[in-house]
């Protein structure tokens, strides 16, 4: 490799391979590295292209320290040497293997074995780092079909993903000690803090409080996992025939016993309406409902029969769907542009503000309505080894940060003031629309991230020659998106349908995030209870679509694949060539 790399050095340095006479000046060192500094992007495409070095890239972004130091032994001289020399010696190239014996200095263990070892861990290797790259969520070419459990399993299995820590899952729930929970003083069905054991017990009890369930349903990732809880249930249910402390007698304790299953049953049936996808994206996971389903059936059969309804539902495409379909009755007549709507070179500019604004709304909901609860835990968006938890959020980002992008690159492809000032007041115009239809996200995209980019905020002349009325607009919009307490307002006064800014809810759940997990060593179920707020509030909003008529040929204008983007330097050149700094207005066009 050493090698290699010296000769491809040498090669592109060389006067003699250096092209054209008269660049043998230029300095080609390091001509990769600087390539692939000034265009990110490139380096993403050749990670993409080659396996070696998407390998590598692998390695930066699972393989901790700590695994680094364990991999060490493995991976010492001797035992690179000896597998080097027992690939030259089954291809016959035996000379070459006495030489490194030589130079090494190490003697060479023969084995019986009639395949090179090296060969063989290099395609394992391959295989491995393919099916994990086919997997992994850092493919932005396709964030949707990726399985996260599949991922998970895949990364454990090759050692790149801590398991996560199980917090009070060797004690048997018959067996808890009733002492395990700091109760809230205001409300004692809600405990601020609980062993896992207890929070199990408190949330199936006959006055359990509903909250509770909901709370953990949504949080439960971040002390434990999908696999344990489910066990912890079904540990819950099989109530013992005998009151365990004896304060009860029989009868009293047969009726609190089936109440207890009852309020099982429930928690699992709301487990699998809110959130199938812990089931239908595991196989571990479907498998032990099948379990269990199979083993209550026998005892209570109408218990039994209440989880197949409840998964038949949702492998039918659950109840959303129906209300769906039922609600695009009512979608008002779309505003299509019949000259141009079938010309290959429609643009966006050939359609209505508000029609734009429509498909908008339906692009962004279909992403926004794919986000699950899970995808907010761990703050699994920022942090590389758990960003496949989350490719609705990294998505919906995606999305917002490329129509930014694009809105300041359209606005500075005109060449004039007058063509500026008339896609800026499209854009203003559009934004306003979304504002009207409470897409939040998608308007705080056009007016705070493109319109108030620095490339393009900076073009004072533009600006002051939009009509009064426009740029008043803007300036409202502007202020309402920009202050943190004016937005939240606005959108709690919002009726849905409605796509919030994720940022907002974001940046609250880094906040919370300050918290202690635990307390005294028990699970801190108050900060839960914060996190669930947070994002049940986001799962509220998916709830009600937009009853718009989505216009294919429309909405092909608006993917990101179509949206033309320049980089952003180049942004900032074009802005300086278009409108000099201290320039007088009568010098621009």
């Not at 490194?100 to 263990?109: P, V």
């Not at 861990?121 to 992994?136: F, G, N, P, V």
């Not at 819950?236 to 005998?242: D, S």
């Not at 002051?464 to 709690?492: C, G, V």
């Amino acid at each position: 490799q050493t090698q290699t790399g010296h000769f491809t050095k040498t090669m592109i340095s060389s006067p003699s391979n250096s092209g054209t006479k008269g660049n043998e000046g230029i300095d080609r060192s390091n001509w990769l590295e600087r390539v692939e500094s000034a265009n990110p992007e490139t380096r993403q495409l050749r990670d993409r292209i080659y396996p070696l070095n998407r390998a590598v890239s692998f390695a930066e972004e699972y393989l901790s320290d700590s695994r680094i130091d364990k991999r060490a032994e493995l991976l010492r001289n001797d035992n690179i040497i000896q597998l080097l020399m027992q690939h030259l010696e089954i291809e016959g190239l035996k000379e070459s293997r006495r030489e490194l014996e030589k130079a090494s200095k190490k003697t060479y263990i023969r084995q019986d074995i009639t395949d090179s070892r090296l060969v063989t861990l290099l395609r394992i290797a391959m295989k491995d780092t393919e099916k994990l790259w086919d997997l992994s969520a850092n493919d932005k070419f396709d964030t949707t079909k990726h399985n996260r459990e599949e991922t998970n399993e895949l990364l454990l299995e090759l050692d790149l993903l801590e398991k996560e820590e199980e917090i009070g899952g060797d004690v048997d729930i018959w067996s808890e000690s009733p002492f395990n929970v700091l109760l809230d003083e205001k409300d004692s069905t809600l405990p601020k803090a609980a062993s896992f054991n207890q929070i199990i017990i408190r949330m199936t009890d006959e006055e359990a409080n509903p909250v509770l369930k909901n709370v953990v349903l949504y949080t439960y990732r971040t002390f434990t996992t999908p696999e344990k809880l489910f066990q912890k249930l079904v540990e819950r249910f099989q109530v013992p025939e005998k009151n365990p402390d004896g304060a009860k007698n029989d009868p009293e304790w047969k009726s609190i016993k089936a109440k207890i299953q009852v309020q099982v049953i429930n928690v699992i049936k709301t487990w699998i309406r809110e959130h199938f996808e812990d089931f239908s994206n595991s196989d571990k996971m479907m498998s032990a409902l099948q379990s269990f389903i199979g083993m209550i059936e026998q005892e209570t059969k109408a218990l039994a029969q209440q989880l197949v309804r409840a998964v038949s539902v949702q492998e039918a495409g659950g109840e959303k769907t129906i209300i769906e379909d039922i609600s695009k009755k009512g979608a008002p007549e779309p505003k299509i542009p019949w000259k141009n709507i079938f010309n290959s070179d429609l643009n966006v500019f050939h359609c209505d503000d508000e029609e734009i604004a429509r498909q908008m709304c339906l692009m962004e909901f279909e992403i926004y309505s794919s986000i699950k609860s899970s995808e907010f835990m761990n703050q699994a968006w920022t942090k590389p080894k758990l960003r496949h938890r989350a490719p609705n959020i990294l998505k919906i980002s995606e999305r917002s940060t490329h129509i930014s992008q694009w809105v300041s690159s359209t606005i500075l492809q005109e060449t004039t003031i007058k063509k500026r000032v008339k896609v800026v007041t499209r854009f203003i115009k559009i934004a306003e629309e979304l504002t009207k239809m409470n897409n939040f996200s998608t308007a705080i995209a056009i007016i705070v991230g493109g319109l108030n980019s620095s490339s393009v905020y900076r073009l004072k002349h533009t600006w002051n020659d939009l009509p009064a009325p426009i740029r008043n607009t803007f300036t409202e919009l502007h202020e309402k998106y920009s202050d943190n307490w004016q937005y939240r307002q606005m959108l709690n006064a919002a009726h849905q349908p409605c796509i919030p800014y994720l940022g907002v809810f974001q940046t609250d759940l880094v906040y919370i995030d300050e918290i202690p997990d635990y307390v005294s060593s028990m699970i801190n179920v108050q900060k839960r209870r914060q996190v669930y707020d947070i994002i049940e509030r986001v799962m509220r909003y998916q709830n009600k679509g937009y009853d718009f008529v989505p216009i294919p040929q429309i909405q092909s204008l608006l993917e990101i694949r179509n949206m033309h983007v320049i980089p952003e330097e180049e942004r900032a050149r074009i802005s300086e060539r278009a409108e000099p700094k201290h320039s007088d207005r009568a010098s621009i066009q």
